[in-house]
């Protein structure tokens, strides 16, 4: 009678601490849910932040002036362009 109520005392325990050991990483792996779910929430604004930005820079506005200022760029005009012949293709024709 004593090692039966030795062995349920011992699987008792083993019970009760499988139960804690189980509500703690219950609980853990809640709480990285939450973390992840708010790294992805606050991912998805700044995304959408940085799409929005994105769409302010590539304006065509702003490219001219930029191009214009820091590249010094100007549009082509009939005085400027230069045309080129490829004397090599001109001369295989023939």
């Not at 708010?38 to 700044?46: D, F, G, H, K, Q």
């Not at 769409?55 to 080129?84: C, G, H, N, S, W």
């Amino acid at each position: 009678m004593l090692r039966l109520n030795l062995v349920l005392l011992l699987a008792v325990m083993a019970s009760a601490i499988f139960l804690v050991h189980s509500q703690y990483e219950s609980r853990r792996l809640f709480t990285e849910l939450d973390r992840s779910i708010n790294e992805s929430r606050r991912l998805a604004t700044e995304n959408q932040r940085l799409e929005v930005e994105k769409r302010a820079q590539a304006t065509p506005q702003r490219v001219e002036v930029l191009a214009r200022d820091q590249l010094k760029m100007f549009p082509a005009t009939p005085a400027i362009t230069q045309y080129v012949q490829d004397n090599a293709r001109s001369e295989a024709a023939q």
